[in-house]
C-alpha cells in the first residue's frame, strides 16, 4: 500500500476548497485592475471599481425585489453595458440569468417568460412592446419589467416602468454577494432557437462557465488587457461566456449594439479593439465592406468564428485586411465553443494561401477545459481517422450544460453513452482534427449519395459575385432530393443561374452541383446563422 494511503484529515475546508465560479474574476478585478477601463459604450466608460459597485447595486436591488436564489431573472438587451452587468449581478444576488433573443417573436417570448419562470426582466426600450406583449399573453401577472432606456440610440425611457439608472441607484453598493455554495448550482439558462419545435431551456453551472473562461484565455493566446469587442450577441451562450471571461485579465469590453461594417471598423481603429467573435456572415460583410466604411488600423485583430463552417474564398480574403481568424465550434448546450482548429505551424505555414484556408475551416480539436470530443458512429464507435467516415460529433467535458430544463427524457438521450450528442455530420483527420460535413438534417441524400450542403456551399463563396449562399435538399421525382442553392449576390454581380451551375461544376462532381439557383435574400437568425429551415419550405415549393 502506498504512502499516501492514509488520508486521515486531509479534507476540503474553507480554507484549500472554493467553488469555482465566474464571480470570482469580477471580485479579483474590482481590487487589481481598479482603475483599468471594463466596459465602453460611447460615452459610457466604467472602470473596474465602477463595474463592480454597478454589478453589486443590481444584485442588491433585484434581492430587494424579493428575488431570491435560484430565481430565474430575464434580459431582452442588445449588446450594451446593462447586459454586461446583468451577467454578474443577477448571479451575485443568487439568481439565475435569463438573457432572451432579442429578435423572437412574441408568442416564443411569452413561452420562455413561463417555462423558465422568470420574476424579473430587464428590457432595452426598442424591445419593450415585445417584452410587454408577451407578459400579456401570459397566465399570471408575469415578470415585472425594469426598462433600460438607451437615449443616444434614439430609444429614451417610455416612463411605463421603473428605470435601470434608478434601480441601480437604490441598491446597496455595501451588499454582499451571494456566491454558490456548490459549483454545480445553476448560473444562466439559455435557450435553442426552437427551429424544429418549442425551444429548449439549456442550464448552465457556475463550474463550466468558469473553467470555459480559463481555456478561452488559453487557446486564444491572451494576453492582460485585451479590448473584446461584442459582436456575438450577448444572449447567445452569454456571449460565449466572453463577458465572464474579460475581468479575469483585465480586458475592456466594448459594447456594440448595431453590428454593422462602419461599426466595426471604428471600434478597431478608434477604440483599439483587439478580439472580437463572430459568425463568418461577419467576416463576410467585413470583406465586401466598401472603402468608403473601412478604416486603417496598425495591429493584428484575432478572431474566434463561429456558426457554421466559414467559406474558405472568406477566410482567404479576410486574413489579408489584418483579421487572424481561429475557428472554432461549439453549440448552446456546451457553453459556447469547445473546439478550435489550432494551428500547426510546423505543417502548413507552408501552403499557398488557398490551401491554408480549407485547412482553417476545420472545427479542429478539443480546447483545454473539455475532455474528449471525437466523432463516432450511431453505435458509439470511434469512427477512422481518415477523412472520409462520417459520424456524429460526441462531447465530453466540463464546458457541458446541466441539461434540460423541465425535459428530463431530452436530456437522457442527449448524454446517452456518456457523451453529449452534437447532431452534427462530421469527418475526423488523421492528426485527429474534426471537420464538420453537415448537421444531420442538412445532407442531402441524392440517389443514395450523400451530398454535403457545407462542401456545395464553399464552392459557391468562391465565386466572385457570390455574397451569402445557402444550400438545401429540393424534391426531385428520379433522384428523391438534389441540390437547391439560394443566393445572395454582390450589388455588382453579372453572373445567372446557368453560369452559377456551371462554375460549381467546374470543381464539384455533376451530382453535387446545385440544380437550381435562386437569387434572393437569405434569412438570417440574430446570431446570423442562415435559416435553413425556411429554406427548405421554399425548396419543397418550387
Partial sequence: MGWMADETGLDKTAANYVPLTPLSHLRRAAIVFAGDEAVVYGSHRKTYGEYHERCTRLASALAAMGVKPGDVVATIIPNLPAQAEANFGVPACGAVLNTINTRLDVGTVAYIFDHGGARVVLVDTQFLELAEAARDQMPGDGPQIIEVPDPDAGYPASGRHQQYENLLAGGDPDFEWIMPQDEWESLALNYTSGT???????????????????????????????????????FHCNGWNHTWMMPLIGGTLICCRDITAPAIYDAIANEGASHFGAAPIVLNMIVNAPESERQPFAHTVEVFTAGAPPAPATLAKIEALGFNVTHVYGLTETFGHVTECLWNDAKWDGLDQGDRAVVKSRQGIAMPMMEDITVMDTNMVQTPMNGTDQGEIMVRGNSVMKGYLRNPGATVE?????????????????DGYIQITDRAKD???????????????GVLMGHPDVLLAA????????????????????????????????????TLA??????????????????GKIQKYELRTVAKGL
Fill in 196 to 234: 424544429t419545435g418549442r425551444p429548449k431551456g439549456v442550464v448552465y453551472h457556475h463550474r463550466g462557465a468558469y473553467l470555459m473562461t480559463m481555456g478561452t484565455v488559453v487557446s486564444w493566446r491572451m494576453v492582460l488587457r485585451p479590448k473584446y469587442l461584442t459582436i456575438v450577441p450577448l
Fill in 414 to 430: 442527449a448524454f446517452e453513452g456518456g457523451y453529449f450528442h452534437s447532431g452534427d455530420i462530421a469527418v475526423q483527420h488523421p
Fill in 443 to 457: 445532407i442531402i441524400i441524392s440517389g443514395g449519395e450523400n451530398i454535403s450542403s457545407v462542401e456545395v456551399e
Fill in 471 to 506: 444550400v438545401v435538399a429540393a424534391p426531385d421525382d428520379k433522384w428523391g432530393e438534389v441540390p437547391c442553392a439560394f443566393v445572395e449576390l454582390k450589388k455588382e454581380a453579372t453572373v445567372d443561374a446557368a453560369g452559377l451551375i456551371a462554375f460549381a461544376r467546374e
Fill in 510 to 527: 455533376a451530382f453535387k452541383a446545385p440544380k437550381r439557383v435562386v437569387f434572393q435574400e437569405l434569412p438570417k437568425t440574430s446570431t
